[in-house]
């Protein structure tokens, strides 16, 4: 089984295919372009073929379909994608592999496990062939790995309860300041609590917008931070990149007299977290916060718990996540498991690493 990415270039551009990552095509499958290096008005159109038939056409950007591959036949197959401009200059992007249009039939699933990597000196460039995963106990066949050559969703879930008036001004240097180690392709979403929950930014690109979204927001009210966390969970489960969660509070779920609109707790967020795969980073500032439970929420999914005493340590937390960030890993295999609950999961560097952070165990629900 093997991938083939070809480009054509006719000009500078470049058109390159986003999603899928696996050269195993099977069932409804989304197919993600992207177009770069060149000017959205000179663009007549993009169509996408599936051995050489016309499956779909798009006159602007966004370039997202889902194709439901089990109407093609079994064995080799090939996605091109053409873009033409009024100039009659073309753009081409091509994809192999291989079709299973009964693939989803016999009860297999994607599974998605993020996967940090402390690096030393001889852990760079890492590529599929370095890891190796069991689950239960059973090596699995590896499909793919993205790492920080794909894009990156990240969610930050921030307090802006009355205590963290005084504390905002630091809180919101330390997020620009991790905001400035994405890359650009890297899409952030902020979501901030008091006794409520609330968007401050919708999912994105631009960092400089991020920043002005954020510095307008204000501090008030309680905290509702399990309502919040599993917010922000939620919202990761959409995503088939690269994901994080970052929790920034100064304090423990208190939600006073306020009425709890969401009804969740600690387990319901670890479990959410667990199942979909995305690891949680915890930062934690003062005498009010609960450390048992911050350090659960990261230590259970795969991310990292901060207990901060200082604004210098709140900054250095900021710039470690960013980096630990680049040093993320999403790896990707079928599993033909029937069983629904919790799978133990093992995954193992072929290569030196000071350490491997990831969640232990998956919930697999039915499908």
Not at 3 to 12: G, N, R
Not at 29 to 34: D, F, I, P, R
Not at 105 to 122: A, G, H, N, S, Y
Not at 343 to 352: E, Q
Request: with cysteine; charged share 25%; net charge negative.
């Amino acid at each position: 089984m093997f991938i083939s990415l070809v480009f054509v270039f006719c000009f500078a551009g470049e058109l390159q295919f986003q999603e899928p990552q696996s050269p195993r095509f099977a069932g409804p499958t989304q197919v993600v372009l992207a177009l770069s290096g060149v000017q959205e008005d000179e663009l007549l159109g993009v169509e996408l073929f599936v051995n050489d038939e016309s499956v779909a056409y798009f006159e602007t950007a966004p370039f997202d379909t889902v194709i439901d591959f089990s109407r093609f036949a079994a064995g080799d197959i090939q996605l091109r994608a053409v873009a033409a401009f009024f100039d009659d200059r073309r753009l081409t992007a091509t994809m192999k592999g291989t079709n299973h249009p009964h693939f989803h039939e016999t009860d297999v699933r994607l599974v998605r496990v993020p996967i940090k990597v402390d690096r030393t000196r001889e852990t760079k460039a890492l590529g599929l062939k370095d890891f190796e995963l069991k689950e239960n106990g059973k090596q699995q066949k590896l499909e793919y790995l993205l790492d920080d050559n794909h894009p990156l969703d990240l969610v930050l879930v921030l307090d802006f309860s009355g205590s963290m008036e005084g504390r905002l001004p630091i809180v919101l240097r330390g997020v620009s300041n991790l905001l400035k180690r994405l890359h650009d392709r890297d899409r952030v979403q902020v979501v901030g609590f008091n006794h409520r929950v609330f968007e401050v930014s919708p999912p994105e690109t631009d960092k400089n917008l991020v920043r002005r979204r954020l510095f307008a927001a204000k501090a008030d009210g309680s905290t509702n931070l399990y309502g919040a966390v599993y917010s922000g969970i939620k919202l990761l489960t959409q995503s088939s990149q690269r994901r994080a969660l970052l929790v920034f509070t100064d304090g423990r779920h208190d939600l006073d007299d306020a009425p709890d609109l969401y009804e969740k707790g600690l387990t319901d967020c670890i479990d959410l977290a667990a199942r979909n795969g995305v690891p949680i980073y915890t930062l934690g500032v003062g005498g009010d916060t609960d450390p048992d439970i911050l350090s659960e929420l990261a230590l259970r999914t795969g991310g990292t718990y901060y207990d901060l005493k200082s604004g210098r340590q709140v900054r250095e937390a900021f710039d470690a996540i960013g980096g630990q960030l680049s040093d993320q890993y999403l790896l990707c295999y079928y599993t033909q498991s029937h069983f629904q609950g919790w799978h133990d999961i093992a995954v193992a560097l072929k290569r030196p690493a000071d350490a491997l952070r990831y969640p232990g165990r998956l919930y697999f629900a039915d499908k």
